[in-house]
């Protein structure tokens, strides 16, 4: 099944479509209800924001898509981000690139986004970035009030290392259930640094945006000779694409990971969907290991 179940009851799509890009795939909301549709029928329910994408726009195109079909809310989880301050034209109160995790901002930044995106709770809520001046308490304050009043039901945090999210959880009762961090064929560092041991011991949920390496997973021959020829050959024994096999190789690993697609395109998820059945030896999994890295396993 293409759901999973979370120990600490967050559930959502083991793929998750990502809205990152939605200001470039130039479409009409009602081709985003559409688009939504077909995305909920494949399976692919757990819906990735951020306050600051698209130049603070990509909420809002989402919440004019979903106000036309107020319907398909029952059927997805929403995910949503903050802690950034990103200077754009379309915040002109915003004046410097930083991080504010204060109590205040946390809980603005969450009204905001229930707003653009029209919707009266955020199933997840992540901070989006950790910061050299994160107040754990003061974190903990905003958590607890968003989830007293309902307007956040789990939390969790993008791109923290182990004790970064360990702080933080040390200053919550409610758990914190996902990780979110960058992980691909091509970006091994989190496979390396405890982070998946990490989220394996305390039930975490890893969210790995840029499955495909920000597209140098379609340019390997340039990017990674040896990794292009490995994929490629496993590829074609699976009677697959190299972008089905990356997925693949996510899903193979035991912490559970939920890939994030950034694309506007069906068949992109309609291939991703497709990869969650196949499934990789552990030979496979381990010659693309190797082909990144450029050497062997010791």
Same mark, same amino acid.
């Given at each position: 099944?293409?759901?999973? /179940? ?46 600051? /994408?698209?130049? /603070? ?242």
């Amino acid at each position: 099944m293409l759901h999973q /179940y979370h120990p600490l009851g967050f559930q959502g799509s083991r793929i998750a479509q990502g809205f990152w890009r939605l200001t470039e795939w130039n479409m009409s909301a009602e081709a985003l209800v559409a688009f939504l549709e077909q995305c909920v029928e494949l399976g692919v329910t757990t819906m990735d924001h951020a306050d600051i /994408y698209g130049d /603070y726009q990509c909420e809002k195109l989402f919440g004019e898509a979903l106000a036309l079909r107020p319907s398909l809310r029952d059927n997805m989880q929403i995910v949503t981000k903050c802690g950034i301050m990103l200077p754009s034209q379309n915040r002109p109160d915003i004046t410097s690139h930083r991080y504010d995790q204060s109590v205040s901002h946390i809980i603005d930044s969450v009204n905001r986004s229930l707003r653009n995106l029209r919707v009266e709770e955020i199933d997840l809520l992540l901070l989006h970035r950790p910061s050299p001046l994160m107040d754990a308490d003061h974190v903990a304050e905003a958590f607890e009030h968003l989830y007293t009043v309902g307007k956040v039901k789990h939390f969790g945090v993008s791109n923290f290392s182990q004790s970064q999210f360990d702080l933080l959880q040390s200053r919550l009762e409610m758990p914190l259930i996902v990780n979110q961090v960058e992980l691909s064929p091509l970006e091994l560092k989190h496979f390396k640094d405890g982070t998946l041991d990490h989220v394996q011991q305390h039930a975490v949920t890893p969210m790995a945006w840029s499955p495909f390496a920000g597209g140098n997973l379609f340019k390997l021959e340039e990017v990674n000779p040896e990794l292009g020829r490995v994929m490629t050959q496993i590829a074609a024994q699976h009677h697959a694409t190299i972008d089905q096999i990356a997925i693949a190789w996510l899903l193979r690993h035991p912490s559970g990971i939920a890939p994030v697609l950034g694309s506007g395109k069906i068949e992109r998820v309609q291939a991703a969907v497709a990869a969650h059945e196949m499934t990789l030896s552990d030979k496979e999994w381990f010659e693309i290991w190797v082909a990144s890295q450029g050497h062997p396993v010791p």
